[in-house]
C-alpha cells in the first residue's frame, strides 16, 4: 500500500485526499498538508540548504536560515 507524505510537516497518510483534507501548521501559506512528491527514500536532503535528514519528519521540523519560508523542503 503507498504512502503520501506531506512536504510540511512530513505527516503520513494512506490517501491523498485524507492528506489535502487536513490541516497543516507547519504550511506557511495556506495551512493545509500539501502531498511531497517525490518518492520515498531512506534519505531527504533539503533543496536550499543540502542537509541530509533520515525522514521527511525530521526534515519538516528544523530551521532552515537559507530558505525563504525558513523551512526545509525536500528535494524530489
Ligand atoms: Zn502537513
Ligand atoms: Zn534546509
Redesign the pocket.
Known amino acids: 500500500m503507498a504512502n503520501y507524505y506531506c512536504k510540511w510537516c512530513g505527516q503520513k497518510y494512506s490517501s491523498v485526499s485524507s492528506l489535502t483534507s487536513g490541516h497543516c501548521s507547519k504550511n506557511p501559506e495556506i495551512k493545509k498538508h500539501a502531498l511531497y512528491e517525490g518518492s520515498e527514500k531512506s534519505q531527504y536532503v ?6 541530509k535528514y533520515s525522514s521527511l519528519s525530521s ?1 519538516c521540523s ?6 525563504l519560508t525558513k ?3 525536500p528535494t524530489l
Open positions: 533539503c533543496k536550499f540548504c543540502g542537509h526534515l528544523g530551521h532552515c536560515s537559507k530558505s523551512k526545509h523542503q
